[in-house]
């Protein structure tokens, strides 16, 4: 019975892992499959082989035969996708006679707020900002923490030992938040140094939560922070929203810490997301291969 | 007549090239040379043919054996000497007698001031202060671009490049000199990003010129970021110096650049270096081996 039957599948992918949902042609979910990374950008075999995975999984869940997973058209949402010559080669890679390849953002966004208007901050190691207004989607954002993804958990995390390093040299007045952060590091400035020095963003991201639990115990630098990355984020609002009292969505893992913390105009027009990246890219899947908008 | 004579090498190395230069036992210089890298950082082994090359190179200028070279015994100053390891390591891996390999600012400072007094502001594609006071030296900074190295090369670049992509999203306005990175990527964000994530600290700092050719054309972001690298700098001063009367140099790539921009008051202290690193690691071989200060 199963077998006759069409099927589709949704990809959610980021650095730390990879989802796959697949659903019935209502966008009912069958199954569901977690796998490694499929971070484009580090490794394109990492991710193709993290990609084929959880499909394979999902597919063999429901008793599918494996050599059906080719035949099943899907939709995937991978960080990095942005770059053509990569979403290109991943595509070329693997084995789907219908195959789409969007950003993580614009799954996120589809999940948070379905497929009409609206706008979704998804705010994590990095942060990107992704919405659609009378039907034309746009991305703000999400350049990479070297030179972008102000208030992402990477950038958080930099800017305290940054500030911490300041302290050391006495530079700037300490507070218990850059303290703590010495202490972690037994006092020892190079070891903040080697520490940078090989650090992917999610190291850096670690430190995230301290800047947060800090500040809320009214840390001087922990609440100069945070307010440096709300300002940033409420920056961008009014930059990405057609007027100041448009709907949003906060997402992404710090998503809801940085909601709770936005100034109230914000926080009035903040609404809860509708599901979550997977979910989105399972809607495209179905709109996008069979024409319906769930 | 030459192999009756004492001889001392000083050397001073960095991630772009090495210096040596032989001299006799009252520090006049007898020959020079230069060679590759000598980061310890970066490789250990290039550092130490770099290191060799340019020692071995200024000993036969004078006609010395080869063999002689071991036995000269040699002052060095180079970039990430502070890490023990490193420093140790290194070492163990140079075939001379009687070595000191201390960081390139202790040189730099020695040749800026002499061995009284002073201090040195060493900004260059990185930033580090070297002071001493009573006899007694210290470093302040140095902590390198991803979390210190405020107002260096590098650190101005990432800047730029990061205001260039929040003004290509229309977070912030523009100016020529957003605009002039911008035409330079192809108005490729995505170009900004791939140069970034491969970018060694050096290649950042190529955008400093720029930086300050704006800013004197009165750029606004240009002005800004002039002043913010300037009040970063003074910031620093202001606790370095034992009072705010006391003189400073300003030295490195940028050095001169930054002491033309400096607020009047710190100008009226701002002197002249005596001579540059390579000077100083001779003076500090001869006080070191020779027992004499020059």
């Known amino acids: 019975m199963v077998e006759d039957q069409k099927f589709y599948l949704g990809v959610d992918g980021g650095g730390t892992g990879c ?11 069958l199954s569901f499959a977690k796998a490694g990374s499929a971070n484009i950008m580090s490794s394109l075999d990492v991710a193709r082989d993290s990609i084929l995975q959880c499909c394979s999984e999902a597919v063999e869940q429901i008793g599918l035969p494996a050599e059906k997973l080719s035949q099943i058209p899907v939709y995937m949402g991978l960080a990095g996708a942005e770059y053509e010559a990569l979403n290109t080669k991943l595509k070329q890679r693997l084995p789907f006679e219908n195959i789409i390849v969007e950003t993580d953002a614009r799954i996120s966004l589809e999940g948070a707020v ?15 900002y992704q919405y659609r207004y009378n039907g034309v989607e746009k991305t703000t954002g999400g350049w990479g923490f070297m030179v972008g993804d102000l208030s992402g958990g990477a950038w958080l995390g ?19 938040l850059t303290q703590a952060v010495l202490d972690q590091f037994g006092n020892n400035p190079q070891k903040i140094v080697e520490f940078a020095q090989g650090a992917s963003p999610a190291s850096f991201g670690t430190f995230a939560p301290m800047v947060f639990d800090f500040a809320d115990k009214g840390d001087s630098f922990g609440v100069r922070l945070v307010h440096k990355a709300v300002a940033n984020i409420e920056e961008t ?15 992404g ?31 495209l899947a179905i709109q996008s291969f069979n024409g319906r908008i769930l």
């Open 114 to 128: 379905g497929s009409g208007d609206g706008a979704a901050a998804i705010i994590g190691t990095g942060s990107i």
């Open 19 to 29: 989802r796959a949902c697949l659903c019935d042609a209502d966008g009912v979910p």
């Open 158 to 176: 930099r800017e305290l030992l940054q500030e911490t390093l300041l302290v050391y040299d006495g530079i700037h007045a300490g507070s218990p």
């Open 237 to 251: 609002l009014d930059r990405i929203l057609p007027d100041a009292t448009s709907p949003f969505c906060m997402i």
């Open 253 to 283: 893992g710090l998503g809801a810490i940085y909601a709770q913390r936005l100034g109230d105009d914000y926080k009035k027009h903040l609404i809860a997301a509708k599901g979550d990246a997977l979910s989105g890219a399972v809607s």
